[in-house]
């Protein structure tokens, strides 16, 4: 069930829903395969659907002022895609969203996903808190840039991101760490 792979992530130690309401929610979601490196939604597009990582691996990247990819977040399985901020607020996403992996998701498109805030009562001051913590992460993730080296913040990616960090090729990585990929080789190189 969807809800509780989102509290499971999110590390909500109470699913406040019913079972009747569990299932209620995964229907109003579409099941999609997405082929690796597939465009979830490219810079200046608005999003028609709010996606659910079920299984696979996203990239949130922009063309930054040297005209190279900068990754600046990825969505792991459990977690929404960031591209709900564009979905949600109706505007043109600031950045691409991407597979890394074959992924499954599920999304929703608005008109769905006003009818299962109304079906579900309780459920978008839930998510109101969801997304307050991604906030918080992403806040994290600002500092801890700032505050810790490259080695140590890439530390706290293979503890955050455990095998799935495999997944992603080191340029991605070094781009999220703001590095180049040599002084990424570098640092793997000493810690293994």
């Known amino acids: 069930m969807l809800l ?5 992530e999110f590390k909500v130690d109470i699913n406040p829903f019913s ?4 299932t209620l929610f995964d229907q109003y979601f579409e099941q999609i395969i997405v082929r690796k490196n597939t465009f ?3 810079e200046g597009e608005t999003e028609k659907y709010s996606y659910f ?29 960031l591209s709900n901020i564009s979905f949600t607020l109706q505007e ?23 009818e299962l805030y109304s ?14 913590i991604l906030l918080n992460k992403i806040l994290k993730r600002n500092i801890d840039l700032i505050k810790y080296s490259p080695e140590q913040y890439y530390l706290q990616m293979m503890d955050e ?9 080191l340029k991605d990585i070094a781009s999220y760490l703001g590095i180049t990929p040599q002084a990424l080789s570098r640092i793997r190189k000493r810690i293994f």
């Open 4 to 8: 509780e792979k989102l509290f499971e």
């Open 19 to 22: 079972l009747e309401e569990s």
């Open 40 to 42: 979830l939604i490219e």
């Open 53 to 81: 990582v079920f299984d696979g691996l996203l990239r949130c990247w922009i063309v930054n002022h040297k005209g190279d990819e900068q990754t600046f977040w990825f969505c792991k399985k459990g977690t929404f895609s």
């Open 92 to 114: 043109k996403s600031a950045f691409n969203v991407q597979t890394m992996v074959d992924s499954i998701l599920y999304r929703i498109d608005k008109k769905n996903a006003e």
């Open 119 to 132: 079906a579900i009562p309780g459920l978008k001051a839930v998510f109101d808190d969801l997304t307050a």
């Open 161 to 169: 991101y455990g095998v799935t960090l495999n997944y992603i090729p």
